[in-house]
């Protein structure tokens, strides 16, 4: 069993920037294929962000790239996010992902486990 604990996120004005960090517990964090995704209320869960089991290969969703960055520290069982140049519509509540079944994954039903999430507010 894998749980995962986001953090970092809040209320942050538009061109600020955000970390967000999800801490993964068990032994095998660095098997894991990690993810972020965000939600707004009444759409479906998006793709934002993620990353392989050693943190070689990375991939993003088209809109974000350049302005969000995924990284992963084994030794501490973590995944970030950092999040530059804000806009008010990546206001959502942003989960983290993991995937013991593939490399890398941007798809949604490819993670088997979640986080809680943590909402993410840009005022402008």
């Known amino acids: 069993q894998v749980q995962l604990v986001e953090s970092g996120g809040g209320l942050v004005q538009a061109v600020g920037s955000l970390r967000l960090s999800c801490a993964a517990s068990?032994?095998?964090?660095?098997?894991?294929?990690m993810g972020w995704f965000r939600q707004t209320p009444g759409k479906e869960r998006e793709f934002v962000a993620a990353?392989?089991?050693?943190?070689?290969?990375?991939d993003y969703a088209y809109s974000l790239k350049g302005r969000f960055t995924i990284s992963r520290d084994n030794a501490k069982n973590t995944v970030y996010l950092q999040m530059n140049s804000l806009k008010p519509e990546d206001t959502a509540v942003y989960f983290c992902?993991?995937?013991?079944?593939?490399?890398?994954?941007?798809?949604?039903?490819?993670?088997?486990?979640w986080g809680q999430g943590t909402q993410v507010t840009v005022s402008s």
């Open positions: 992902a993991a995937s013991t079944v593939i490399t890398i994954a941007t798809m949604a039903g490819h993670y088997n486990y």
């Open positions: 068990g032994r095998t964090f660095s098997r894991y294929a």
């Open positions: 990353i392989s089991w050693s943190g070689s290969d990375t």
